[in-house]
């Protein structure tokens, strides 16, 4: 099976081009490859299909080999795939994604014929939760903000994102009864009206060096808070997000780089 290993601020994906490949069991393939030590090593699994109803579609699977519906960071890199792998012609300034949350539509910033950093309108955030809903987790009382963008993401604010136990509270929230399809959860912390930092536990995966759509979550969550203004830049482990709330047209703009890591061919042995 032939590959494209790319990274949206250190969120990597093993990218398959279906217009190419056929994938026969991806769910499995996505443990494979995800496997860092025995595969190529990933946050998971995503196949760039042919689409009826946009310039391509994002398939995506979680390194556990459960399927996803949005990655922000993913996106991204499908975009800059489409574009610098002639998908998409040249001269497009735009193009569109079809994704299990909706299609997506794609701003390429390109330099030297190819795609830099795209901007995505990630659509309308959906408020899932009381404002600072608390909830008790490991015996512990917490308040969180509960967003959906796509997938589902429980935001809590914390004085610092470097002391949070991610590794142990991280699956306690994804699998809590609150949750009945799973949650990823992000930690934020306020460093001023205009700046965020967050550490994100993804559903499916762990923790991350990024989530795209758990910055605009974050982002949103922010906002509604009182904490921020509607423009935010989301630091993240891997790299900063530019996350735009347009009130107006209740809609998330997220801006940011996407990169080509390599290229090449695996054998699947499962």
Same mark, same amino acid.
């Given at each position: 099976?032939?590959?494209?290993? !790319?990274? %949206?601020? &250190?969120?990597?994906? @093993?990218?398959?081009?279906?217009?190419?490949?056929?994938?026969?069991? /991806?769910? +499995? $393939?996505?443990?494979?490859?995800?496997?860092?030590?025995?595969?190529?090593?990933?946050?998971?699994?995503?196949?760039?299909?042919?689409?009826?109803?946009?310039?391509?579609?994002?398939?995506?699977?979680?390194?556990?080999?459960?399927?996803?519906? !949005?990655? %922000?960071? &993913?996106?991204?890199? @499908?975009?800059?795939?489409?574009?610098?792998?002639?998908?998409?012609? /040249?001269? +497009? $300034?735009?193009?569109?994604?079809?994704?299990?949350?909706?299609?997506?539509?794609?701003?390429?910033?390109?330099?030297?014929?190819?795609?830099?950093?795209?901007?995505?309108?990630?659509?309308?955030?959906?408020?899932?939760?009381?404002?600072?809903?608390?909830?008790?987790?490991?015996?512990?009382?917490?308040?969180?903000?509960?967003?959906?963008?796509?997938?589902?993401?429980?935001?809590?604010?914390?004085?610092?994102?470097?002391?949070?136990?991610?590794?142990?509270?991280?699956?306690?929230?994804?699998?809590?009864?609150?949750?009945?399809?799973?949650?990823?959860?992000?930690?934020?912390?306020?460093?001023?009206?205009?700046?965020?930092?967050?550490?994100?536990?993804?559903?499916?995966?762990?923790?991350?060096?990024?989530?795209?759509?758990?910055?605009?979550?974050?982002?949103?969550?922010?906002?509604?808070?009182?904490?921020?203004?509607?423009?935010?830049?989301?630091?993240?482990?891997?790299?900063?997000?530019?996350?735009?709330?347009?009130?107006?047209?209740?809609?998330?703009?997220?801006?940011?780089?996407?990169?080509?890591?390599?290229?090449?061919?695996?054998?699947?042995?499962?």
């Amino acid at each position: 099976m032939k590959f494209t290993k !790319m990274q %949206g601020i &250190g969120n990597d994906y @093993v990218y398959v081009d279906c217009f190419q490949e056929t994938v026969e069991d /991806p769910g +499995r $393939t996505a443990v494979f490859v995800s496997d860092r030590h025995f595969g190529i090593g990933s946050d998971g699994l995503i196949l760039i299909k042919p689409s009826a109803v946009a310039d391509c579609q994002m398939d995506m699977y979680n390194l556990d080999g459960s399927r996803g519906a !949005m990655c %922000g960071n &993913g996106v991204r890199c @499908v975009g800059k795939y489409a574009y610098d792998h002639g998908i998409v012609p /040249p001269e +497009r $300034t735009t193009l569109t994604v079809e994704t299990a949350s909706g299609i997506k539509t794609l701003k390429i910033q390109a330099e030297n014929g190819k795609a830099k950093e795209l901007t995505v309108d990630m659509g309308k955030p959906e408020i899932t939760s009381e404002i600072f809903e608390p909830i008790t987790v490991d015996g512990k009382e917490y308040r969180f903000i509960g967003i959906s963008m796509g997938n589902p993401h429980a935001v809590l604010f914390v004085d610092d994102t470097v002391s949070v136990p991610l590794e142990t509270v991280g699956p306690k929230f994804e699998n809590h009864s609150r949750f009945p399809d799973r949650t990823n959860t992000e930690f934020v912390e306020i460093v001023d009206r205009g700046h965020i930092k967050m550490r994100v536990w993804e559903r499916g995966s762990g923790e991350t060096m990024a989530c795209g759509t758990g910055a605009c979550a974050s982002a949103v969550a922010s906002i509604l808070a009182g904490y921020t203004d509607t423009k935010v830049e989301v630091e993240l482990l891997g790299g900063s997000l530019l996350i735009e709330w347009d009130r107006e047209k209740d809609t998330i703009y997220m801006t940011g780089p996407a990169e080509e890591v390599f290229s090449g061919e695996i054998e699947l042995n499962f």
